[in-house]
């Protein structure tokens, strides 16, 4: 090569690296530029989507932030050491409105109060844990098993789904009440309110309390409701037949009328509320189910002696079929037509269905529906041991006849003045095969978990209807399900001694008198109004 060549090759190479580093300056600026915009950029996008972030929490948790602007605003004009004086002033004064004016002070402050330290000392930061150790989360669908190989060896790896916050049930408000705790929990996509059902017992060991109950109250919104307190651990007490007089400002029970007495709203017992436990005779028939000892007595006598005043003016007109002979024989006089045997049983039950019968004959195209009154008072049915009639005891043609006549009044009799009250301790279809016939259903301590489903349905159970855990001790508990009840209910009877049985029967045989005026209608047997179940958190 000549020295020409050399010149020339030397010449273009050092043009090329003229030319590259031209352009790489040139790139170097464009990289500098597209960095300093890029990082511009990404400094507003994080600023807005804190700022976002910060309104949207703001604005969710809008009672913290009021406070938090509060605290600071008086701390800026005031001092801190005015907001603590204040807010111990603040304290002492609600700790001496509780002590010396709790009833008031509960509804107005204290379940708001508690409601709000359950929320964020309990709920708050451990149900999202409860979520998923009972499985009540949305996660990724399984992606599979990610195989790592190097010269050395070869490993498998299954990595693990975490949830993201759209994929766990958010809790939305927590009610407190003086008993219970009704968690509110928003349902994420593709959950159902059954799968919180069939978590209910997991839910309530992983809280710690003996009973939880799920209520669906919209389409993606639950409550959770669990149970601090047992408030029906103890007897409920049944009011005496001497405080009629009382109650109606008089010194003779007779004055109190039995036209106040509603057969659609009659005083039981308690519910596991703390409030009054109402139910209606009139209406519908009712099925009580329990094993030998559960109290079904309690539920028998206990709405009887609340309308004791209706008995007597002739309002209402009681029959009782007692195959035992003894639960309602107590009280025998209080019972217009009473039967033992399976013959009686069925000449009682065919004198039921002719009176029936006559009130179609002539009310039929008048009216759509009896009021209870003088002439046609409501007939109430006592039927203990129904099993023992529809099943064990007589010979067979009599137990189909007694079977048909049953069937016949809870089929018609609901709008010609008729109800039936059954009671039995084996609630299978083979026992009572009228059993659907009756629309309202309570179970008290049954012997087995299939019973619960037989008597209130196949979901009871799921639902928070436990009768098989009653225990022993708790006679007169029960679960009630049935007409404008969506939830399993759990009340406990009032107990009824002895000495007002014979006080009831002594009460219903005495002749009424001219009924009083109407502001003593309603006053019969009235108990205290409950307290408010809870505040909002």
Known sequence: MTTGSL?????????????????????TKLIEALAVIAAVFVTVWLLAKGLYRLVRLAIRWWRTTLTTTAVVIWCSWFGWPSLVITLAAVVVGLVGWRLAARDVFEPWVGLHLRSWWQRWTLYAPRASRWFRACGLTVPDPDTGITVQVNPFRKTAIRPKPQPRADQLPRIVGVRSGASWDEVRVRLV??????????????LAVARGVARCQVREIGPRLVSIDFQRRNLLAQPVDCPSLAVLPAL????????????GVDLRRVWSGRTEYGTDWHQSLAGGHTLYA?????????????????IAPAIRDGLVRVSGIDPKGM??????????????????????LDDLIEGME??????AGRRRSIPASREHPWELLEFDEIGALLRYIGDRKTREQITDRVAVLTTQGRALGYTVRGYV?????????????????????????????????????????????IGETEAGVAYLFGEGIREPLRVRSAWVPDQTIKELENFVTTESAPAPAPALAGQVLTLPAPRPAGGLA
């Not at 010149?7 to 790139?27: D, E, F, K, R, T």
Request: aromatic share 8%.
């Open 358 to 363: 006559q009130r179609k004959a002539e009310f």
């Open 248 to 259: 109606a400002d008089a010194a003779d029970p007779a004055v109190v009328a039995g036209e």
């Open 327 to 348: 639960e309602l024989a107590y009280g025998r006089r209080i019972f217009h037509r009473y039967a033992v045997t399976s013959k009686d049983a069925l000449a009682l």
């Open 290 to 306: 329990g094993a030998t000892g559960a109290g079904k007595g309690s539920f028998c006598w206990a709405p009887i002696v609340s």
């Open 7 to 27: 010149l020339m090759l030397a010449a273009g190479l050092g043009v090329g690296m003229w030319v590259l580093h031209s352009i790489g300056q040139a790139l």
């Open 425 to 469: 301790q084996e609630p299978t279809k083979d026992t009572v095969p009228v059993r659907e016939l009756f629309p309202r259903r309570a179970c008290l301590r049954v012997a087995a978990k299939s019973h619960v489903a037989m008597v209130l349905g196949d979901h009871a159970y799921d639902r928070g209807a436990w009768a098989n855990r």
């Open 189 to 202: 996509a593709g959950q159902t309110p059954e799968e919180y059902d069939q978590a209910a017992r997991a």
